[in-house]
């Protein structure tokens, strides 16, 4: 099995510099900005990603983890943040399972 990615150094920190900018403008929107920042650099990063030379996509939509963001949100605070333990593992099964290859 052949895996490579084909984005480049330059894009990958202008896109992380943006996400870091957007920090603020996130707390105000109540979190959708980071969402959507999430879902533009997931999807990039799946655009630039060939396995067996099928290139890879996202399907995650930004609303589709606000949606989540909120769920996990209410879990932290009714565990008394014990949900807290689990939260990347989480996240990061939520981006695997919005990852797919273009078949």
């Given at each position: 099995m052949e895996s490579r990615f084909t984005g480049s150094g330059l894009g990958y920190f202008g896109r992380s510099?943006?996400?870091?900018?957007?920090?603020?403008?996130s707390i105000l929107t109540l979190g959708i900005v980071?969402?959507?920042?999430?879902?533009?650099?997931?999807?990039?990063i799946a655009n630039n990603t060939y396995i067996d030379g099928q290139q890879?996509?996202?399907?995650?939509?930004?609303?589709?983890?606000w949606v989540r963001q909120i769920k996990w949100l209410l879990?932290?605070?009714i565990t008394v943040f014990i949900y807290l333990i689990v939260l990347p593992q989480r996240y990061q099964?939520?981006?695997?399972?919005?990852?797919?290859?273009n078949r």
């Open positions: 510099l943006l996400g870091l900018l957007l920090g603020i403008p980071g969402c959507w920042h999430t879902c533009y650099f997931q999807r990039w890879m996509r996202f399907t995650g939509t930004t609303m589709g983890l879990l932290t605070l099964k939520w981006i695997v399972e919005n990852t797919h290859c």
